[in-house]
């Protein structure tokens, strides 16, 4: 069983999973043993290496399935007392079960790759994320949902065959809490919403600006902690990424869809993750908080004072970047 466990000093949350790696060899992977054989693969329906965990067969789409993960972050719980947290150790550290549900979204094409789905399977892929968000939250322990997606070994993705993963949880991620209350506070002394206002001056400064259309933007960002490191919003003031009615998640299938062949138009085969940070589901809405979708690109790889200090060194000007994307062959293929 997967458990959280509470930094003391900071109050960060880690998962200690230990199912998902029995020795600390398994940690060293050679890029050559993650699969890319048809024949074996786990994700591919009808093969000898297919795992045929619990699918969650109302999530199917014509070009994609929706399993349990096999070696799950976040479990499912029958026993309500296990979301509370617990003090192992004479109640001198803080814990809890690592309570929530942990679920993979599998293409059923082995050959493409994130970089070579059409639009209409990027929209599939949304309209999933926002279908099993709603099946997840009805769980009264799950807290925050999160879709995420490793594109490369460099960036996670230990199976090669195309898949994005959603991760529930009982407690609020880490980067997402410091975002509600870092929101909530630029509320509190502007009376507005920080993205809302974000989005208006990046419109207006232009320098960082790599796609738009009538309901998205997506710019570099201006702290950011990745070479060509680029966000996507949605231009209204909207908390909740789930609520987004199906005409504007056609317009966000197509932002990503022309940012994605951008991004490898410039560095192909680069290695990136994305993920919606989206408001937690204990609140209802919120004025200050507004969903968005970041893409990281995974081209440098933290040094010792950037692990030491938290304090990035990002070697490509977000301005730079964004003239790099935006001259990097045009959009709208696909
Ligand atoms: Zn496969
Ligand atoms: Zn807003
Ligand atoms: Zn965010």
Known sequence: MPELRQN?????????????????????????????????????????????????????????????????????????????????????????????????????????NLMTFSKTMMMEMFEIFCARYDAIKKDKSIVSIMPIYNHGVEAGASVSHPHAQIFASGIIANTVGRELSGAEKYYGINGSCVFCDIIDHERHEKVRIVEENADYLATTFYASRFPLETWVYPKRHDSQFENTPKKELKNLADIMHNVLQRLERNIPRMPLNFYIHTLPTIHDKSNSYHWHLEIVPRLANYGGYEIGSGVIIDVLSPEAAAEYLRKGGSSGRG
Not at 26 to 36: A, C, E, G, K, L
Not at 51 to 68: C, D, G, M, P
Not at 103 to 112: G, P, R
């Open 8 to 112: 003391i000093i900071t109050g960060d949350w880690v998962v200690i999973a230990p199912e998902r790696a029995k020795r600390p060899q398994d940690f060293i992977v050679p890029t050559s043993q993650v699969n890319t054989n048809k024949d074996n693969c786990p994700f591919c329906e009808g093969t000898v290496g297919y795992k045929s965990n619990q699918k969650i067969r109302s999530a199917s789409t014509e070009n994609f399935y929706v399993i349990e993960n096999k070696f799950p972050a976040f479990v499912e719980s029958e026993d309500k007392a296990s979301v509370r947290s617990f003090y192992p150790e004479k109640g001198f550290y803080r814990a809890r079960a690592a309570i929530g549900d942990h679920e993979v979204v599998i293409s059923k094409h082995h050959d493409l």
